[in-house]
């Protein structure tokens, strides 16, 4: 142990975030650490396709260049650590090319490079092994469309990097909240059976792990931040040897760190918040405290480990099939009657060109009409709207169809209704679907590594003696008490909301702005009215099946929707296919209250 306090700067939530992140957090002159998150499964793939064109890439290059380069000189002055998944698939790759910026500068740095986490070479033994697909129970695929392969490792292997001395650690695949609790476990001295602290490190680098989504990006009360979001200050997690941090960004910066907004992040995208499940730690958020210590200081604690889980979670990526789409505007008298005759007339059209081809009918047609909001539900469609967008895609198994039904699409313009417009660029083109395999694969089956200064440090199999199977007895929720005069508001008049995805499943975190909120909240938003709301988004003929968790902690609610965004990711044709707007539509709904509690706390009404 080194410290009592580490200060880690979050510095990239995305490959393709702002460069001026850095900077920016370097101007501070207090971090020890800085971090770099830039995968998610589609990243994957594009990269694996990179490497297979050529085998010198298939890391993140912004890293690299628009990172490290110009800030590399000043990160070594002020004796800042960096550790970043932007090796992808080809981290030996990566730190070649940051090892050349090093001897550019002339610079005294180590590079350190997390290896094991690339199974793609093992496809062939996965495909007769039997294996199937952890959520849909789905056979493997077939193994000549597998793009990527790559388990997600956990921080102990980056903390034994920083440990042989590293300056830069580069790792592969591993879980977005590794490269700060990799950190921790160094400075901190944490064992792997340190479990409450494990997971309050994972929670800090859950919250830094998306950059300024933590300090007023994607914020509810947006209008308090959104002129000052132009220079968003990057968050910073002060973190102590007992795991509780205080979230912050550096001074002068844009946005802003508040309870709302880091409560907002917590719940981003875990699913079950009394089992978030890491290769470290299982993780129990539902009785988190989330304290406001001053402006843009809030303090966070109380998350517990539960044990480790014996398996890493795998994620392949695999190609079927292709799809395309375009976006057309038509404005003027019934916009959305004329757009829907459009899509239904392009489709026809397509339809007769691939039977006359012989080609086969298209696997998926995706028409969302935007603007007359026909997409989120009929009870909330706009009435004779004067200018929408007709966003139509489609799926093919065959580039060649997808061809078809851009032809017939650019043939189509002509013979439209009146008032169809649009930004002229270059045609769309066939781009393959990229679909999401998971599977779990025992710890012991996967060996890992650390290279460093010429030398390979092999890693023992992770720890299997674990308190994971542990079953957890949900919270109980308050209940309400509604006298005879009551009110309905907006569910954001009582609540922060944010919404996200996992794989082909979306998860809306609702957060009470205050604990006497709650259980008028749980009382409108049962499992059942959720899933009847967004029952359009899956069948119209079913509802979607949803999960409710309960966090006390927080005064929140986390649901989870199962099957409902299309396939997801690049695989789905929808306009929002990670929900990321799920929770700005459920936020305008109304929740009934008693009138002396809306009294009490102010709140606009909107009906008796």
Not at 83 to 95: D, K, R, T, Y
């Amino acid at each position: 142990m080194s410290k009592s306090v580490i200060k880690i700067g979050g510095a990239s939530g995305y490959w393709g975030d702002a460069s001026s992140a850095t900077p920016q957090l370097l101007a501070s002159g207090t971090l020890d650490y800085l971090v770099y998150d830039y995968l998610a499964e589609i990243t994957m793939s594009i990269m694996a396709r990179a490497r297979a064109a050529d085998n010198s890439k298939g890391y993140a290059t912004d890293f690299v260049y628009s990172t490290l380069k110009p800030n590399l000189v000043e990160i070594a002055s002020q004796g800042v650590k960096v550790i970043a998944n932007a090796g992808g698939v080809n981290p030996q790759a990566c730190a070649r090319e940051v090892e050349k910026l090093i001897a550019t500068e002339n610079l005294d740095l180590k590079v350190a490079v997390v290896l094991g986490d690339d199974l793609l070479e093992k496809k062939t033994a996965f495909a007769s092994a039997g294996i199937r697909e952890m959520y849909s129970d789905q056979s493997f695929p077939d193994e000549n469309s597998i793009v990527s392969i790559n388990a997600y490792l956990g921080a102990f292997p980056i903390a034994k990097a920083l440990d042989a001395g590293a300056d830069i650690v580069i790792t592969g695949r591993c879980v977005d909240s590794a490269v700060t609790l990799g950190a921790c476990i160094h400075e901190f001295g944490w064992g792997e059976n340190d479990f409450d602290k494990l997971a309050q490190g994972s929670l800090a680098g859950h919250i830094l792990e998306c950059g300024t989504q933590v300090t007023g990006g994607n914020f509810t009360d947006w209008e308090m931040v959104v002129d000052t979001l132009c220079d968003a200050g990057y968050p910073i997690a002060e973190i102590s040897v007992d795991g509780s941090f205080i979230t912050t960004k550096p001074e002068g910066t844009g946005g802003v760190v508040s309870v709302g907004a880091v409560a907002e992040q917590m719940l981003y995208e875990i699913g079950d918040p009394q089992a978030y499940v890491l290769p470290d730690v299982v993780c129990d958020f539902s009785e988190v405290k989330i304290e406001e210590l001053e402006k843009n200081r809030v303090k966070v604690y109380g998350a517990r480990g539960h044990g480790r889980p014996e398996q890493y979670k795998v994620s392949a990526t695999y190609t079927d099939g292709f799809r395309s789409g375009q976006i057309t505007t038509f404005y003027g008298r019934a916009a959305d009657t004329k757009a829907e005759h459009f899509a239904k007339n392009v489709l026809k059209r397509t339809r007769q060109s691939l039977a006359q081809k012989g080609l086969p009918e298209l696997t998926e047609a995706c028409v969302e009409v935007i603007g007359a909001e026909s997409h989120f539900g009929a009870a909330k469609k706009i009435q004779h709207p004067r200018e929408v967008d007709l966003k139509l895609a489609v799926k093919h198994p065959d580039a060649k169809g997808i061809g078809v039904f851009l032809k017939e699409l650019a043939g189509a313009y002509l013979s439209g209704p009146p008032g169809l417009s649009g930004f002229a660029g270059a045609r769309p083109k066939p781009s393959p679907v990229v679909r999401l395999f998971s599977f779990l694969l025992p710890k012991n089956e996967i060996e890992h590594s650390v290279e460093i200064a010429g030398k390979s440090i092999s890693l023992k199999p992770a720890n299997l003696d674990t308190r994971a199977g542990k079953i957890f007895t949900p919270h109980k929720l308050p209940s309400a008490n509604l006298p005879e005069e009551i009110i309905e508001v907006s569910l954001e008049s009582l609540a922060w909301g944010r919404s996200g995805d996992k794989g082909n499943k979306a998860n809306i975190g609702i957060i009470a702005r205050h604990a006497d909120f709650l259980p008028y909240i749980a009382q409108s938003l049962s499992v059942e009215y959720v899933a009847s709301y967004f029952s359009h988004f899956i069948d119209a003929n079913r509802q979607v099946p949803v999960e409710r968790f309960y966090l006390p902690g927080t005064h929140a609610l986390n649901f989870l929707l199962h099957d409902v965004l299309g396939g997801g990711g690049m695989a789905s044709l929808r306009s929002d296919p990670q929900g990321k707007g799920y929770a700005q539509l459920l936020l305008s709904e109304k929740v009934a209250i008693p009138k002396s509690l809306a009294d009490q706390h102010d709140i606009t009404v909107i009906s008796r």
